[in-house]
């Protein structure tokens, strides 16, 4: 099968624009973004997010050419900043993104990507902007339907699913807006590994694993406790 090469034209171009527009965006003075006393960076605390859309490009071994698609996710954590300068996050985090692939309209053949990770975040800033790095495991799912002839497939129409392993690596930057309310935007790398037990519609390919490579370019809202 062809191997995605979208994956691969795109990410040199459009990581690098994203870490200058998310500089350029979020960027202000400590006047300008002050949260209230007790609310900032500096202060610690629980804070939830909300990624309301986010650009996925897929690569992947063992499966058909996917198209760049979207998702969205949430999350939620403690964070923790032991110094002036040092900050560090630990919390869960749920995403979810669909898989465009190539040749055919989501009703005909769709699939979902599903991820829930515990998540580490450690880095440097001050009261009311910082920037990360990021690293995180867990379960990942992927389910998939078809309702047209495929090729590679022996039945006319049906769903099946994957469940596996994931892992994340990243980096990103937050800075607050208004009072408690911050946003963030985080370039993501993420590995699933997935084991399939029905194998047997995938005509000749036999092979009961399989995974997807993924980057995701995430824009997210934030409000910190």
Same mark, same amino acid.
């Given at each position: 099968m062809r191997r995605v090469n979208t994956f691969h034209r795109l990410c040199p171009i459009v990581v690098p624009a994203l870490v200058a527009a998310l500089y350029?965006?979020?960027?202000?003075?400590?006047a300008e973004a002050? @949260? @209230? @006393?007790?609310a900032g960076f500096n202060d610690g605390g629980g804070y939830v997010t909300i990624t309301p859309g986010?650009?996925?490009?897929?690569g992947q071994n063992d499966f058909t050419e996917v198209n760049p698609s979207y998702g969205w996710g949430?999350?939620?954590?403690?964070?923790f900043a032991p110094g002036a300068l040092f900050k560090g996050t630990i919390g869960v985090g749920f995403e979810h993104n669909v898989l465009m692939l190539d040749g055919y309209r989501f009703n005909e053949f769709g699939a979902h990507a599903l991820r829930v990770m515990p998540e580490l975040r450690l880095g440097l800033g001050g009261n009311t902007?910082?920037?990360?790095g990021l690293v995180g495991a867990g379960f990942a799912a992927t389910m998939w339907s078809w309702d047209t002839d495929i090729g590679f497939i022996?039945? @006319?129409r049906g769903r099946d699913s994957a469940s596996g392993l994931a892992v994340q690596a990243g980096v990103g930057m937050?800075? !607050?807006v208004y009072r408690n309310f911050f946003l963030g935007a985080e370039v993501d790398f993420d590995a699933g590994f997935f084991y399939?037990?029905? &194998?047997?519609?995938?005509?000749? &390919?036999?092979?009961?694993? !399989?995974s997807l490579y993924q980057v995701g370019i995430e824009f997210t809202l934030g409000w910190k406790f």
């Open positions: 350029m965006g979020v960027h202000q003075s400590e002050a @949260p @209230p @006393p007790g986010a650009l996925v490009l897929t949430l999350g939620g954590g403690y964070m902007i910082w920037a990360y022996d039945r @006319p937050q800075g !607050f399939e037990k029905d &194998n047997d519609t995938w005509g000749n &390919n036999d092979d009961d694993t !399989f």
